[in-house]
């Protein structure tokens, strides 16, 4: 049963704390993706990565970094530098990076700094 | 800079009625184009995409249509049903490079 899986769905941190994110896909696919979410703002990219031990910045990285060590994995940390980490993250993976490929959507993760 | 633009943040539509979704763009670079649904605290799901070389593309309920000189595409849904209801996401790429998101319609469809 292939698919993405992000856990957890909910998680809170204190302010000034790091806090990583987990996304897994078993669908074979080279591309991923670290996307966010606020109230009327749609789907922001924050990082991308087409290939294993390689990653690209997005529309907003600053804040944020990530690695790429498994085809699988592509974990996202939210460092005490992010101004407003509070938001919807999504990972999604994709055949390639070119739109003409899918991109399949994990369920998400709530994050909440208190 | 904005280069997916869902002009209306919201939209309602009674059952069994066509609901129209609305897609602007402003890179003429853009040759791929995709449509997501997104339902409360889930991932979004693909829904139907076009190429640039078509006009239309219908699945089911679901047809897009591409209008490439005014760079307007927009989602058809006939006839639209209570669980359509959810945030629709337009998105767009050039043919090698990563998929560009608007902001989301939040559609409502009411018996």
């Known amino acids: 049963d292939g698919g993405i899986t992000q856990s957890p769905k909910y998680l809170f941190r204190k302010e000034g704390q790091n806090v990583t994110l987990s996304c897994e896909q078993n669908?074979?696919?080279?591309?991923m993706y670290w996307y966010r979410q606020d109230p009327g703002q749609g789907l922001r990219l924050i990082y991308y990565?087409?290939?294993?031990?390689?990653?690209q910045k997005g529309d907003i990285a600053e804040g944020y970094s990530v690695s790429r060590e498994k085809k699988e994995s592509f974990p996202l940390t939210v460092t005490s530098a992010q101004k407003n980490p509070t938001a919807f993250y999504l990972c999604?993976?994709?055949?390639?990076?070119?739109?003409?490929?899918?991109?399949?959507f994990g369920p998400g993760t709530r994050l909440t700094v208190l | 800079d904005q280069q997916v633009k869902q002009n209306s943040p919201s939209l309602s539509v009674q059952e069994g009625r066509i609901s129209i979704l609305n897609c602007d763009y402003t890179?003429?670079?853009?040759?791929?184009f995709l449509w997501y649904k997104k339902y409360p605290a889930e991932g979004p799901t693909f829904l139907i995409s076009?190429?640039?070389?078509?006009d239309k593309n219908e699945d089911g309920r679901f047809t897009v249509f591409l209008n490439k000189s005014a760079k307007h595409l927009s989602l058809h849904i006939v006839p639209s049903q209570p669980g359509d209801s959810a945030v629709y996401f337009c998105?767009?790429?050039?043919?090698?490079?990563?998929?560009?998101f608007g902001t989301g319609t939040r559609l409502q469809v009411f018996p």
């Open positions: 999604a993976s994709s055949i390639g990076v070119s739109g003409r490929y899918e991109q399949f």
């Open positions: 669908l074979n696919h080279d591309a």
């Open positions: 990565s087409q290939i294993v031990n390689d990653f």
């Open positions: 890179n003429s670079m853009f040759d791929y």
């Open positions: 076009i190429s640039s070389i078509k």
């Open positions: 998105a767009a790429s050039p043919y090698t490079d990563k998929l560009i």
